[in-house]
């Protein structure tokens, strides 16, 4: 690790946190995951006599279907069957949030990749064959690619919400300055490298098992039972582990797990779906685009007073999850900041893009963008640092949001103020100053971007999660949750509280595969909740066969339940070792006909929200943070590098700071990737240009930035984080959007005609426009 | 039959020459560590180790299995994760990533290992550039690399700087498994035949045709020309550069004379893909790609390369690069010629090369505008100049106006933006998903300057040709 000069404070903290990694726990994957042993859904051992399936999509973005001709594609030897509309037995209709939406097109298509049918052929490359042979004609009709288009057309999902504080109409009027503008941020790809796959068997009594690789099983299992029109207890679904998520297979692993039973349900053969990356790319919706509008007040000492925005999502063909992910922007629209007097607006706009869907952050990414922008123009034409701006409005404690819940706990100036005395951000300023003043061809910018983000699904109903515990009579253990493990650590830490509570070894414990038949209608592994949920439920498990098995062991050594605790795989006695150890104490418990299974039930308490009056206490807690993004721009070209990017970020009391700063790190250069080259592009007829990796581009190990430092605030963590660890998943995420900010600061020192644009993502054909806009 | 053998196992097999090696692996031998990710080279997942026998000792290089036919397997040691897994324990690489939490999802890793992997059996310099460019063509989406990066470092420790490892020193510390041992004896035994292959599309290293035609390429004949020694190397005679279609990027990469010669080389390379895909792509592959924004092709275009092709009865012809393309991947050569190699004068000292490409994302990926740009001073005097452009006409474009202007004019900021002017009446470029039309003249304009910003910079900086800079 480098020394940084002059900043003791910060070599001090540096040291701390890597020795922390030293001790911290590793992921309980990483073993099999080095050595590619593994195991995915295209990994798993297929039954004799499969069958591959290769959806066939529309080639149109809107029309009707005039006429489909299979006769070819069904010819091909080894095609089995080709499955349509036709063949469902159940419904038609995989829309979670609303039925909106078909499995297979019927009359007409409403996007680009809008499945059709299922051709299932002996293998993918003669199923893909037979795809080739397929004939369609389609009568166009009109195509909505953007947001602002649907609604000048009326083209909605559902109707618009809108939170508000204050009044800000009157406050506006009271403010010395008033701003408005526009912004614009573009969708995002995924991009989890293993691409959407399903794979169903045929079991007894037309039972059917289903691996997939889905962040929601019961919504796969929920569907699938819709469609085929059976009840939900014939359909298992299984599922390893993901090779990613990102919300990316919240809701849109659903179709082709189903489209896999559905073959399997006709034919009684097992039946593999896994979807090409082309395929991949073309079908499943993205993170949502929005234009958005603000107008933001502001007194002479930099409060803001009033802000008030619109904003238009681009939901895309279908509801998917866009009612929810709108209702996130709202409650994230003012990031961490107190502002009196607000009115938010989100219109879900209907479009001919694949349905968007979740994505880390769910929305709040989105809103946070805008008021970010409105802060940069404020102080851009007051001519202030946006930063000042910044820091006289973070939230303080017992400050209300905008929905209504009060902050408590907060820690947005602690992160702030902390940030800036162990970076020594002064001196970083002067740094960036003084280089601007000396290079004409390279301009440094430097931005900061705090981020406060609501943990708990906003849908208050969601926050629940069961855990089932045995203890085997040797006295390992098995442990089955909800949790979908996707790389982001979840099973280390369900083993690390059940090894915790049990003190034993983590080699004895093992963490099962997420199953219907094991868990139940369980929510989906999404809202950075995973860990909290499946975590208490797990706790509640295991303190609850501890419980049980005190009562054996006092009676095993005659002495009262509340001396003895459970320690190194033996039992303490008043904080002695006695002779009982633990596999002897299961032994007896067995003997003893005690239970040595668990199934407990977590439901977040507190939490409630009112939809009606858009008021409530929605959120269990917030995770804060601030981070400084620097980068230099090569003027000559366009091109830019991050320097570092520096962040404070509150853990809470973090269990395992190894997979939590992954989480901070992935998520921070996921945020970059965003706001700087991912740049999603479909034509005016709806066709997707970023169609493949080669024109797609995320991060790669060259672009990250030079220099990450984390450093954790020290707080108290909070009661409703399980072992008082906050979740992780998505609030990083939002750091990356210091990286717009940073690369807009940096065009400005090089070009003083520049016009601020809020234009996600910055990448390196606007830093070049931008560079030499209104110049000669 | 195609015969190599496959970690530590023979494999003798008459499966379609033309399918992927990765296929092979993951699906006939049931070695699911090699992942899918995206099936075109740009991600790493399905990342192995190809070992070729050279005199007595095997030469490892990484590739994407995805884009590589299975028989160009042939004769070589293939290597995937499993083959190098030791009995209960981690290797050094596996072991780097592990304590370092540089695996979250995992769908990634064994990409990632097997290109350390390589990097520690490879001939390069064992230093932390190198290791990184070793992994440079592997997308991991969890870990944002910094944990990837410390991985690096540790596997680069553990390589004490090594210049040179064999492979006792290698097994002797855990980065690979003792069976590796016997394959360069195993390889010689095996005296793979040259395969009997049928008429069909000429494959060299496939990176572009895979990418391009996978499906055809697995279902149709294909004739494989990576192994014809009559294509290949690389040799230098009275000033005079030969280099053969089959040579890759990464033989260009490794040879010492060439890197003498043109300085900036490896800084050029390292913007033209991946490790992996320059391991496989070949130059003739890439010329007649045709792609108006070929890289090596816009780089041999500013050379004023001369190419030399080969007809089915052996006879030779030699033409000028710039008057090989004809229109929009069009280009003057017939179904039975094949390009057999490239020749360049060698700079002198009096004469500058330089190359840029910008793209979305600097490494691994395809120009927004690539140039280059040869050129001779004398006496302040340019007497010779030679300048290409990609990205901004239907064809990898040799500025013939604007290289005509410079010839003998002083070498001033008023010359070059002169030259400029004439530039941008030579180039017209479309807006696409590479960026606008506008965008696009901007570019070139700016990277026509930065060739004389970056071969000159004490006489130029930006400030010669942006007054307010």
Redesign the interface.
């Given at each position: 690790m480098h020394k940084n000069k002059e900043n003791k404070v910060l070599d001090i903290k540096l040291d701390a946190v890597s020795k922390s990694l030293k001790q911290s726990i590793k992921n309980l994957d990483s073993y099999t995951h080095v050595r590619g042993e593994s195991l995915y859904v295209d990994d798993i051992n297929i039954r004799q006599g499969t069958f591959h399936a290769v959806v066939f999509d529309a080639p149109k973005a809107h029309g009707k279907i005039k006429r489909i001709d299979y006769s070819k594609a069904e010819a091909l030897e080894g095609v089995e069957r080709i499955f349509t509309y036709k063949d469902v037995p159940g419904e038609n209709e995989i829309g979670g949030i609303i039925p909106d939406e078909p499995l297979f097109a019927e009359a007409e298509v409403h996007f680009w990749g809008m499945p059709i049918a299922l051709i299932v052929a002996e293998s993918e490359f003669i199923a893909r064959k037979a795809r080739g042979l397929i004939e369609i004609e389609i009568e166009d009709l009109p195509v909505i690619t953007t947001a602002k288009e649907a609604k000048a057309k009326g083209s909605f999902i559902n109707a618009p919400r809108s939170f508000s504080l204050g009044d800000t109409e009157k406050a506006f009027a009271d403010c010395d300055y008033v701003f408005k503008g526009e912004t614009f941020s573009n969708g995002q790809e995924h991009l989890y490298i293993e691409a959407q796959g399903a794979y169903a068997e045929p079991m007894e009594n037309g039972n059917i098992k289903v691996t997939s690789s889905t962040q929601g099983p019961t919504a796969v299992q929920k569907t699938i039972a819709k469609v085929l029109g059976i009840a939900m207890h014939k359909i298992e679904v299984d599922v390893t582990r993901l090779g990613g998520g990102f919300g990316g297979k919240e809701d849109q692993a659903t179709p082709w797990a189903v489209m896999a039973a559905l073959a399997t349900y006709h034919l009684n053969q097992s039946v593999k779906l896994i979807l090409n990356r082309h395929d991949d790319l073309r079908m499943t919706g993205k993170r949502h685009p929005y234009e958005s509008t603000y107008k933001i007040g502001l007194t002479k000492d930099l409060k803001i007073l009033a802000y008030q925005t619109e904003f238009l999502q681009n939901s895309g063909a279908a509801a998917d999850l866009s009612p929810a992910i709108a209702e996130r922007t709202l409650f994230h629209a003012t990031n961490s900041y107190c502002v009196p007097n607000v009115t938010t607006k989100v219109l879900s706009c209907k479009t001919n893009l694949p349905p968007n869907t979740a994505f880390r952050g769910f929305g709040g990414p989105q809103g946070m963008f805008v008021i970010e922008s409105a802060i940069a123009k404020a102080a851009h034409e007051i001519g202030v640092p946006t930063r000042k701006i910044q820091e006289a409005n973070l939230l303080d404690e017992n400050d209300t949001f905008s929905y209504g819940q009060i902050a408590k706990k907060v820690e947005a100036k602690n992160t702030w103020d902390s940030a800036k005395n162990i970076f020594n951000t002064e001196a970083l300023e002067r740094e960036v100053a003084a280089f601007n003043k000396n290079n004409a061809s390279f301009k440094k910018g430097l931005s900061f971007m705090p981020i406060t983000f609501g943990i708990s699904f906003t849908n208050t109903p969601m926050n629940h999660a069961r855990a089932l515990v045995h203890i085997y009579l040797d006295g390992s253990v098995g442990i089955s949750t909800a949790a979908v493990e996707m790389g982001q650590g979840v099973n280390t830490k369900m083993m690390q509280i059940a090894a915790d509570v049990f003190s034993i070894p983590i080699e004895k414990i093992k963490i099962e595969t997420t199953n219907t038949t094991r868990v139940a209608n369980t929510s989906p592994s999404a809202a950075s909740s995973t860990a909290d949920l499946n975590g208490k439920a797990t706790l509640m498990a295991c303190n609850a066969l501890v419980e049980r098995l005190k009562t054996v062991a006092s009676e095993d050594l005659n002495v009262s339940e509340k001396d003895i605790t459970l320690k190194e795989e033996a039992i303490f006695v008043n904080g002695k070792k006695s002779e009982l150890s633990w596999t002897n104490l299961i032994s007896s418990a067995m003997l003893k006909r005690v239970a040595l299974t668990e199934n407990a039930h977590y439901a977040t308490p507190e939490i409630h929200f009112d939809k009606t009056k858009e008021k409530g206490h929605p959120f269990a807690y917030h995770v804060y943070g601030t981070a400084i993004t620097t980068t230099t721009i090569d003027c000559t070209r366009g091109t830019y590098e991050f320097d570092s990017v520096k962040i404070v970020h509150d853990y809470g009391k973090s269990m395992s700071e190894g997979i939590d700063l992954g989480q901070v790190e992935g998520a921070l250069i996921q945020g970059i990737g965003w706001m700087t080259m991912e740049e999603i592009a479909y034509n005016k007829d709806g066709r997707l240009l970023s169609n493949a990796l080669s024109t797609y581009k995320v991060p790669d190990i060259f672009s990250v930035p030079k220099t990450v430092e984390v450093i954790p605030v020290e707080t108290e963590g909070n009661e409703m984080a399980i072992l008082k660890s906050k979740a992780v998943g998505e609030p990083p995420l939002m750091y990356g959007i210091g990286a717009y900010f940073a690369l807009q600061n940096a065009i400005k020192a090089f070009n003083p005609n520049y016009d601020l644009q809020f234009h996600a993502p910055m990448t390196p054909e606007k830093v070049l426009m931008g560079l030499y806009e209104n110049t000669k | 039959m195609i015969t190599f053998i496959l970690n530590n196992k023979t494999i003798k097999t008459s499966e379609h020459s033309g399918t992927t090696l990765l296929d092979f692996v993951r699906y006939q031998q049931r070695?699911?560590?090699?992942?899918?990710?995206?099936?075109?080279g740009?991600?790493g997942?399905c990342t192995l180790l190809v070992g070729t026998l050279s005199n007595d000792t095997v030469e490892y290089q990484s590739i994407t299995s995805c884009i590589s036919p299975l028989g160009n397997a042939h004769g070589k040691h293939i290597v995937?994760?499993?083959g190098t897994?030791l009995k209960d324990k981690?290797t050094t690489?596996?072991?780097a990533?592990?304590?370092n939490?540089a695996?979250?999802?995992?769908?990634?890793?064994?990409g990632f290992?097997v290109a350390l992997t390589g990097f520690a059996l490879s001939n390069s310099d064992k230093n932390y550039s190198n290791a990184?460019d070793a992994?440079?063509g592997?997308?991991?989406?969890?870990?944002?690399?910094?944990?990837?990066?410390k991985a690096a470092h540790q596997v680069v420790e553990k390589l004490e700087n090594k210049t040179e490892t064999t492979l006792e020193w290698l097994i002797e510390n855990q980065f690979i498994p003792d069976y590796f041992e016997s394959i360069p004896k195993r390889l010689n035994d095996i005296a793979a035949k040259d395969l009997n292959q049928p008429k069909g599309k000429y494959v060299s290293g496939g990176t572009d045709l895979y990418?391009q035609q996978a499906?055809h390429l697995?279902?149709n004949n294909v004739h494989l020309i990576a192994e014809k020694d009559y294509l290949k190397g690389i040799s230098i005679e009275n000033n005079i550069c030969t280099i053969g279609t089959n040579a890759t990027v990464s033989d260009l990469w490794n040879h010492t004379e060439l890197n003498t010669i043109l300085p900036n080389l490896r800084k050029y390379l390292k913007l033209v893909s991946s490790e992996q895909i320059r391991n496989m792509a070949s130059l003739g592959g890439n010329l007649v790609n045709a792609s108006p924004i070929g890289d090596m092709t816009i780089f041999f275009l500013a050379l004023n390369s001369t190419i030399t092709i080969l007809n089915s009865e052996e006879k030779e012809r030699t033409i000028a690069l710039k008057n090989f393309y004809q229109g929009y991947k069009t280009y003057d050569l017939k179904d039975d010629e094949l390009l057999k190699s490239i020749q360049f004068k060698l700079p002198t000292e009096h004469s500058f090369f330089n190359f840029?490409k910008?793209?979305?994302?600097?490494?691994?990926?395809?120009a927004?505008v690539n140039t280059a740009i040869h050129i001779s001073i004398e006496n302040e005097t340019i007497s010779e100049a030679h300048v290409s452009i990609g990205g901004v006409a239907a064809i990898p474009k040799y500025l013939h106006d604007t290289s005509a202007f410079l010839i003998g004019k002083p070498l001033t900021s008023e010359t070059i933006l002169e030259a400029n002017e004439i530039l941008q009446k030579e180039i017209a470029p479309i807006s696409?998903?590479?960026?606008?039309n506008?965008?696009k003249r901007?570019?070139g304009r700016?990277?026509f300057?930065?060739h004389f910003?970056a071969l000159l910079p004490k006489q130029f900086?930006?400030?010669d040709f942006?007054?307010?800079?």
């Open positions: - | 070695l699911t560590g090699t992942k899918i990710g995206c099936r075109e740009d991600c997942a995937t994760v499993e897994n981690l690489a596996q072991e990533m592990n304590a939490y695996t979250q999802c995992g769908f990634c890793t064994p290992v990184i992994i440079s592997n997308i991991c989406r969890c870990t944002g690399y910094k944990a990837i990066e990418v499906d697995a279902d840029e910008v793209c979305k994302r600097t490494h691994l990926d395809i927004s696409d998903v590479r960026g606008t506008d965008y901007l570019l700016q990277l300057f930065a910003t900086t930006l400030n942006i007054p307010h800079a």
